[in-house]
């Protein structure tokens, strides 16, 4: 089965220090992928997406993703972390099946920049 | 989340009762779905709709029905409430090159 992982439930960093929200998938094909952000009370916000090209993508608010091919993983990080970017992180693939397009979403990640 | 209004943004249930989760759009993008977030589960889609007259099911349809007479509105129907629907709701547009744009959602619960 395609699927989108994110292993860790909650992520606790220092603020200023960098930061790391995993994902993995598991899909055939060459998926687009997806990170999202959610504030409480929000719907979900786009941060960024890698398709093709450099393997290092940069986003919104200064997060940027690093596409591993090999490992299948499209993880999200931050050289310095604010304690206003505790929130809830959603990573995403976008598959193409029978012609339509479907997105997995992983479970979420739970970001807390503690100051 | 400009573009995409869901109204309620908060709802409470009997088990049983019936209700439509509203949701507008003023991108006039095509694609226009509905997903059930949960903890622990992520989204989920309920359904989705490519265009005005078109639906179609996604991963948890059952116990909701969607209509699209409009390219701007897509409702989401409860017909018969039931606690396994406690949940927030989020309606989404999506442009192909970007991703999706969600609501702000709903926060349902059924009692």
């Known amino acids: 089965a395609q699927s989108v992982a994110q292993p860790e439930d909650q992520v606790n960093v220092a603020e200023g220090n960098p930061l790391t929200v995993k994902c993995t998938y598991s899909?055939?094909?060459?998926?687009?992928l997806f990170w999202y952000v959610q504030y409480p009370n929000r719907g979900l916000q786009f941060l960024l997406k890698?398709?093709?090209?450099?393997?290092l993508v940069k986003g919104s608010y200064g997060f940027e993703a690093e596409f591993n091919k090999s490992q299948t993983s499209f993880h999200l990080k931050k050289p310095s972390a604010l304690v206003s970017d505790s929130a809830l992180y959603f990573c995403?693939?976008?598959?193409?099946?029978?012609?339509?397009?479907?997105?997995?979403f992983g479970t979420g990640t739970r970001l807390k920049v503690l100051a | 989340n400009a573009g995409v209004t869901q109204t309620p943004k908060f709802q409470v249930l009997k088990t049983g009762q019936s209700m439509t989760l509203q949701c507008a759009q003023d991108m006039n993008h095509e694609y226009m779905s509905w997903y059930r977030q949960d903890p622990g589960m992520g989204l989920r889609l309920i359904h989705y709709?490519?265009?005005?007259?078109?639906?179609d099911q996604g991963e948890v349809p059952n116990g909701y029905n969607v209509s699209r007479s409009t390219t701007e509105d897509f409702p989401l129907r409860l017909l018969s409430a039931a606690p396994s629907q406690t949940s927030v709701y989020f309606c989404a547009i999506l442009d192909r090159g970007k991703g999706y744009t969600f609501g702000s959602g709903t926060r349902l619960t059924v009692v």
């Open positions: 890698y398709i093709t090209g450099d393997n």
């Open positions: 709709s490519v265009g005005a007259g078109i639906t």
């Open positions: 899909v055939s094909g060459n998926p687009y």
């Open positions: 995403a693939v976008r598959i193409t099946t029978s012609g339509t397009y479907k997105y997995i």
